[in-house]
């Protein structure tokens, strides 16, 4: 181990003697400005808001005073006449196409995030969704659907199967245009 300090003090001694009347670098490092860059992102960001979250302005924050939901908190129809959509969701015939898990989030990030499923599942055409809120202390449990039944492209929603998440999550059915 002593051969190992000498050699190490050595190599030390050598390398101060090459560095001898050096002197250190000034850091005069400049700054660029990012202003276009900052102009280019925010245009591009107002448009993708535009077009994701068209759908997040049907959402009202406050509850009306009719509650729709009296007798089913997690079911919903839009018409009478597609009474056979929702005994499909009842009964599991409806597998989702997409997933959206509202874990953690504000009711505000949960609106725009479905503002987002709606648009996303337009463009993409797909017609079942599922919507993941999770237990927590109910309160987008209970938001949910009724932002949903604001929605006039939702056709019907329910409460998940059990294999799908039970009462912690919900399945939609999205009306898709051609």
């Known amino acids: 181990?002593?051969?190992?300090?000498?050699?190490?003090?050595?190599?030390?001694?050598?390398?101060?003697?090459?560095?001898?009347?050096?002197?250190?670098?000034?850091?005069?490092?400049?700054?660029?400005?990012?202003?276009?860059?900052?102009?280019?992102?925010?245009?591009?960001?107002?448009?993708?808001?535009?077009?994701?979250?068209?759908?997040?302005?049907?959402?009202?924050?406050?509850p009306n005073e009719t509650n729709v939901f009296k007798e089913n908190p997690v079911s919903y129809i839009r018409s009478k006449n597609s009474n056979n959509i929702l005994q499909g969701l009842?009964?599991?015939?409806?597998?989702?196409?997409?997933?959206?898990?509202?874990?953690?989030?504000?009711?505000?990030?949960?609106?725009?995030?479905?503002?987002?499923?709606?648009?996303?599942?337009?463009?993409e055409k797909l017609f079942c969704a599922h919507i993941i809120h999770g237990y927590g202390k109910n309160i987008l449990k209970q938001q949910i659907p009724f932002w949903l039944s604001q929605h006039p492209d939702v056709v019907a929603f329910h409460q998940a199967p059990k294999i799908f998440g039970n009462d912690a999550a919900i399945i939609v059915i999205i009306e898709v245009y051609s």
Not at 97 to 120: M, P, R, V
């Open 90 to 123: 009842k009964k599991g015939k409806y597998l989702p196409d997409i997933s959206l898990d509202l874990h953690g989030l504000t009711q505000y990030q949960a609106q725009k995030k479905l503002g987002q499923l709606i648009t996303i599942c337009q463009k």
């Open 1 to 62: 181990m002593n051969k190992n300090r000498a050699c190490i003090n050595d190599s030390n001694f050598s390398f101060r003697q090459y560095l001898n009347g050096t002197r250190e670098i000034v850091q005069d490092t400049i700054f660029h400005s990012r202003i276009n860059k900052v102009i280019n992102q925010n245009t591009i960001s107002k448009k993708n808001l535009i077009e994701q979250e068209a759908h997040s302005y049907y959402f009202s924050c406050f």
